[in-house]
Each structure stands twice: as structure tokens, then as C-alpha cells.
């Protein structure tokens, strides 16, 4: 399974999951298939309820945008990939703060698929960038180390690969003695 998908699955499935309160957006049916049909691998089936979401329903949806996004890292289309995470990322981020929990995961996420494409088309400083802002914003995104850490590692920065490592680790819930964790 594609490393994007477990970003994906990571990061948003919470966001249908969570109990809603007055403050959080309402998702359409559209919107609540998609995420439906890729929790079930329907990959095809996801992208044309997010296509449906942004074209009929709701074209300023950055949540939207953000899973289409991944959608296209999936397929390794890296340019579309970072073309809709730059639109989830305007939208989500025009005159406003974050407002909602789902915002904060949607914001982290396009960062996150981003870097990934950055990363994967050779570009280790954005990908590098991308991935410590996704950090910033969602400081228990594990993904986001996981994935900086690659990019470390890439770039000859044993350290801060393993320092990212550990927080990966360490937020994924695996368990590990501290002292053993310790970069040499």
C-alpha cells in the first residue's frame, strides 16, 4: 500500500469520526462517501465523490481539496498532487484562522502529501519545508516525522533523522526502552 494512504488514513479519517459541535463544518454526502470508499481502498470511488464535492457541491471545500490531493500522490501523479494541496492550502488558510480541528488536519495533510511529492520529484528542501510546517501546525502528526526524517536521512543529517524517528515512534505508540532510542 502506498505510503500516501497511510498519511491519508493517518490524519483524516477522524475527521468524519469525530462528534461534530456548532463551530465544525458540516461534510455532504458527497464528501462522507469519499472518505467512506478510500477507508474502503476504493480509491476510483473516492476521487469522483471529492471530484463531485469540488465541481457540484462545494468548489471552496479545502477538505476537499486536500484528499484529492493525496489522492493523486497516491497515484504518483506529484503534480497534481501539489497542485490541489496548494489550493486546500489557500483555502484553508485565506483571511482566517484555523478554525476546527478538521481544518488543523486537513492543513497538516496538504503539507504532508506535498512534501511527499516535492520529495519524491527530488526536491529534498521543500519536502523539508512542507514537512516542518505540517509539524508546526499538527505537532502529533507522525507522518510528518516520519517522513522528515527520510528527508534527513537523505541529506546526510543522521541526527535529525533519528531525533524524527523516535518522535515517529514515540506517537505511533510503539513501545521501546528510552535509553536504546539515543542517536550515537
Same mark, same amino acid.
Given at each position: 500500500?502506498?505510503?500516501?494512504?497511510?498519511?491519508?488514513?493517518?490524519?483524516?479519517?477522524?475527521?468524519?469520526?469525530?462528534? $461534530? &459541535?456548532? %463551530?465544525?463544518? *458540516?461534510?455532504? !454526502?458527497?464528501?462522507?462517501?469519499?472518505?467512506?470508499?478510500?477507508?474502503? #481502498? +476504493?480509491?476510483?470511488?473516492?476521487?469522483?465523490?471529492?471530484?463531485?464535492?469540488?465541481?457540484?457541491?462545494?468548489?471552496?471545500?479545502?477538505?476537499?481539496?486536500?484528499?484529492?490531493?493525496?489522492?493523486?500522490? $497516491? &497515484?504518483? %501523479?506529484?503534480? *497534481?498532487?501539489? !497542485?490541489?494541496?496548494?489550493?486546500?492550502?489557500?483555502?484553508?488558510?485565506? #483571511? +482566517?484562522?484555523?478554525?476546527?480541528?478538521?481544518?488543523?488536519?486537513?492543513?497538516?495533510?496538504?503539507?504532508?502529501?506535498?512534501?511527499?511529492?516535492?520529495?519524491?520529484?527530488?526536491?529534498?528542501?521543500?519536502?523539508?519545508?512542507?514537512?516542518?510546517?505540517?509539524?508546526?501546525?499538527?505537532?502529533?502528526?507522525?507522518?510528518?516525522?516520519?517522513?522528515?526524517?527520510?528527508?534527513?536521512?537523505?541529506?546526510?543529517?543522521?541526527?535529525?533523522?533519528?531525533?524524527?524517528?523516535?518522535?515517529?515512534?514515540?506517537?505511533?505508540?510503539?513501545?521501546?526502552?528510552?535509553?536504546?532510542?539515543?542517536?550515537?
Amino acid at each position: 500500500m502506498n505510503r500516501m494512504i497511510v498519511i491519508l488514513a493517518c490524519l483524516m479519517c477522524t475527521v468524519i469520526a469525530s462528534p $461534530q &459541535s456548532v %463551530e465544525e463544518p *458540516k461534510f455532504s !454526502e458527497n464528501f462522507r462517501s469519499g472518505v467512506d470508499a478510500f477507508v474502503q #481502498g +476504493k480509491i476510483e470511488e473516492a476521487r469522483e465523490h471529492f471530484s463531485k464535492e469540488i465541481q457540484a457541491n462545494n468548489p471552496q471545500c479545502g477538505h476537499a481539496y486536500a484528499f484529492m490531493s493525496i489522492l493523486f500522490g $497516491q &497515484s504518483a %501523479e506529484y503534480a *497534481k498532487n501539489i !497542485e490541489y494541496a496548494n489550493k486546500a492550502i489557500s483555502l484553508l488558510t485565506e #483571511g +482566517k484562522t484555523l478554525q476546527t480541528p478538521e481544518d488543523t488536519q486537513s492543513l497538516s495533510l496538504a503539507y504532508t502529501g506535498r512534501g511527499h511529492s516535492y520529495f519524491m520529484l527530488g526536491d529534498s528542501e521543500k519536502a523539508l519545508e512542507d514537512y516542518s510546517v505540517a509539524i508546526r501546525i499538527m505537532p502529533d502528526n507522525p507522518i510528518a516525522y516520519r517522513e522528515r526524517s527520510d528527508v534527513y536521512n537523505k541529506m546526510g543529517e543522521d541526527s535529525l533523522s533519528w531525533v524524527d524517528m523516535h518522535q515517529y515512534l514515540v506517537l505511533i505508540g510503539y513501545p521501546m526502552e528510552e535509553e536504546s532510542m539515543t542517536a550515537e
